[in-house]
């Protein structure tokens, strides 16, 4: 016997896109059934200029994973060399089995992909994109795709974009010519290979193709598209082992086997037709021996040996045929009987059942009704809840933004209150209160102007102005100010700075002497002297008189004396100085007082007394002793190393502490006033009996002046 067909009699409704149907109609062809093409989604190209930017620079990703066929299909066509170089090292990985064999077509080697059925859940499990922090991740898919991929390897710390370079649209087809073969029943499977085509076929067929679409089988390829049918209310759903054709025929032959096998026992050997129904030749000569075995006895052959009978033959036979007939009879009429009998049962039957199919019809159309109005409940309840998360989040967030307003809003307040108390405060002080402000000011400024600059006429000065500016303001609080004002201001009047700015002036003057001092060796050149010897010279020959030089030599004698110098050298003379040994000595010794004046202006003592040291053993040394000049720089270094430049000015703080602390002065001389006063009613109290018993009193003394007082 041949095999039958697994979808033998079957019509199948394909939603596939057109341009990617084909493989799956033939299949279905294969497989005995009747494809019925009617795409519940197109694909159009939509690769924009940032996907293009994308695709060109793939190498600068880790991974480059495609969530689909068409994802490939479509990348390839905005390229003409392919999608992912041969050299380059990015890897590749495909959401199912279909779209890495896409990728290998298109000359892609190794493609990461996730068993059947794949999805992204699967792939996104796999080991190798567990450990993705860091790494840069390009996702090839279509305009609206999910988000379920990329949201879970941002969460791993990959740093995910998107080339999306095609769009699913719903194609605008009429659907009246399959919903007349759906009401026939022409329609006995439905496959769906996602959750958009099977929104999309839903609004296209509209409310009653929704209802014939709940009665029919339908097969997916994930449990996530099995779950949404299951929701609008499909009865058979059943999710294929993966997207390839096979496997979606495969799904198709297990769930229609059952309307497969009717159909074959419909055609098989045990169907009564009409043919079958006919009498069968044995039967009808059955009934006519029935019928007819009392003629035959009584036509028997005379050869038969029957004793004659003594009652009368004809009046027994007129008994048989009346018994015979009266048997005929009632075997005919009960024949008819029952055959009355059963059509009118078949015709009631016949009643029942289409009052039953017209129930059955109700209680279907009532089961639709309710698992659509379920659905809609569903809905609401998701949208409730929806809208319930979105009032908490509102909430929470108004919540939050209020504490932040209230709290920036107190803040505000508070310095607000704090400006008023400030600006009440400079408004209520008296002018006492602003001329003991101006001290404390200036006797911070002296202050700084000793320690910082060591100006100690400008600190007298400052010192002086605060001490006006106290006697002016009239305070009692202000008397122990004063006289530790007056203290500080007696000793810096007494105290001497020294002059560095002298000191400095000085190294300067000195530098300057140091370009004309005479050099201990002889050099090259030397000026003459406007009297004609040479700089330097000792007992150099002078010029011979006009009327002295009639000889030839005496006058090569007197012309040679102004070109050389004798002189007499104590020391020895390696070699005579070239002018640049003799500008580097004269360089040395600048440098040396040079440091000097630095370490002057540093106040650094150790330094400055090292450094004006060493100029003098180099000026002893490589200088002319011998000479005024050499000895008059000498003494002025020694001049300058036995000046101190380090000094300890006095202590003036204490005054400016004492004035700070005002507030506790004020209460001080309040407590004085107060205790005066009591001294005072006191004695007016015992001056009073004796002016009773006619005794003067004596005069009071007058109050003494403060300190300072004008």
């Not at 994109?129 to 390897?153: F, P, S, Y």
């Not at 911070?444 to 400008?458: C, E, P, S, Y």
């Not at 090259?524 to 010029?543: F, N, Q, R, Y």
Request: glycine share 8%; net charge negative.
């Amino acid at each position: 016997m041949s095999r039958t067909p697994a979808l033998a009699g079957c019509t199948i409704l394909v939603t596939r896109p057109q341009e990617q149907a084909s493989g799956l109609c033939e299949a279905i062809a294969a497989a005995g059934g009747q494809p019925l093409l009617f795409p519940a989604l197109a694909i159009e190209a939509a690769a924009g200029q940032a996907a293009v930017e994308r695709l060109t620079h793939i190498d600068d990703y880790d991974w480059a994973i495609f969530v689909s066929a068409n994802a490939v299909r479509y990348a390839q066509k905005a390229f003409d060399n392919g999608i992912i170089p041969p050299t380059s090292t990015v890897r590749v990985a495909a959401v199912g089995a279909a779209t890495a064999q896409a990728l290998r077509e298109a000359g892609v080697g190794a493609v990461l992909t996730p068993p059947e059925p794949g999805d992204s859940e699967a792939l996104a499990a796999l080991a190798e994109l567990q450990e993705v922090a860091g790494r840069r991740c390009l996702i090839v898919r279509g305009a609206g795709g999910r988000e379920l991929l990329a949201d879970t390897l941002r969460q791993r710390g990959a740093l995910v974009e998107y080339a999306e370079v095609y769009r699913r649209v719903r194609p605008k087809t009429d659907a009246g010519p399959l919903l007349d073969r759906w009401r026939q029943g022409e329609v006995h499977g439905v496959v769906v290979t996602s959750g958009e085509a099977l929104s999309n076929l839903t609004a296209m067929v509209g409310f009653e193709g929704v209802a014939l679409l709940r009665k029919t089988p339908l097969v997916t390829v994930s449990e996530r598209v099995r779950q949404q049918a299951l929701v609008l209310g499909v009865r058979q759903v059943a999710s294929a082992e993966g997207a390839a054709d096979a496997a979606l025929v495969q799904a198709l032959a297990e769930l229609l086997s059952d309307r497969v096998n009717e159909q074959l026992q419909a055609r098989g050997p045990g169907t009564v037709t009409d043919q079958d129904k006919q009498p069968k030749p044995a039967e009808l000569s059955a009934g006519v021996s029935l019928g007819s075995a009392a003629p035959v006895a009584e036509n028997s052959p005379p050869a038969a040996k029957i004793k004659p009978v003594k009652t009368k033959p004809a009046r027994r036979a007129w008994i048989g045929y009346v018994i015979l007939l009266l048997v005929v009879g009632i075997v005919v009429g009960g024949y008819f009987l029952m055959q009355q009998i059963r059509s009118t049962q078949e015709g009631l039957g016949g009643e029942l059942s289409k009052e039953d199919r017209e129930i059955a019809e109700l209680n279907t159309q009532v089961a639709d009704l309710q698992a659509v109005f379920k659905t809609l409940h569903g809905q609401m309840a998701t949208l409730e809840t929806r809208l319930s998360t979105e009032d908490n989040k509102v909430e929470r967030v108004l919540g939050e933004q209020s504490a932040q307003f209230s709290e920036k809003l107190e803040q505000f307040r508070g310095e607000v209150r704090d400006d008023l108390q400030v600006l009440h405060r400079m408004l209520g002080k008296t002018r006492s209160d602003w001329l003991v402000a101006d001290a404390e000011y200036l006797l911070g400024a002296a202050l700084q102007r000793l320690h910082l600059v060591g100006d100690v006429k400008t600190a007298i000065a400052a010192l002086e102005g605060a001490d006006e500016r106290l006697r002016e303001s009239g305070e009692p609080a202000v008397f122990k100010v004063r006289e530790q004002l007056a203290n500080e201001i007696r000793i810096l009047k007494s105290f001497t700075p020294p002059d560095l700015i002298g000191a400095s002036s000085r190294l300067l003057a000195l530098e300057a002497k140091v370009r004309e001092l005479p050099l201990l060796l002889p050099h090259a050149g030397k000026g003459v002297s406007s009297a004609g010897s040479p700089d330097g010279a000792h007992g150099a020959p002078k010029t011979a008189a006009p009327g002295e030089a009639d000889s030839i030599t005496d006058s090569l004698m007197g012309e040679l004396g102004k070109y050389v110098s004798i002189r007499r050298l104590d020391k020895p003379v390696a070699s005579v100085l070239t002018p640049e040994e003799t500008l580097v000595l004269r360089q040395i010794l600048l440098l040396k007082l040079e440091t000097a004046r630095m370490a002057l202006v540093r106040g650094d003592d150790a330094l400055y007394k090292a450094s004006l040291e060493t100029a003098r053993l180099w000026l002893a040394e490589n200088f002319d002793d011998g000479q005024a000049a050499v000895r008059s720089v000498d003494g002025d270094i020694r001049a300058l190393m036995e000046q101190p430049i380090q000094v300890a000015y006095p202590e003036i703080g204490k005054a400016l502490a004492m004035l700070r602390d005002i507030t506790k002065l004020r209460v001080e001389a309040d407590g004085v006033v107060a205790d005066k006063e009591k001294s005072r009613d006191k004695g007016e109290k015992k001056a009073a009996p004796a002016s009773a018993s006619g005794e003067a009193p004596p005069p009071a003394a007058a109050p003494a002046a403060p300190q300072g007082a004008q």
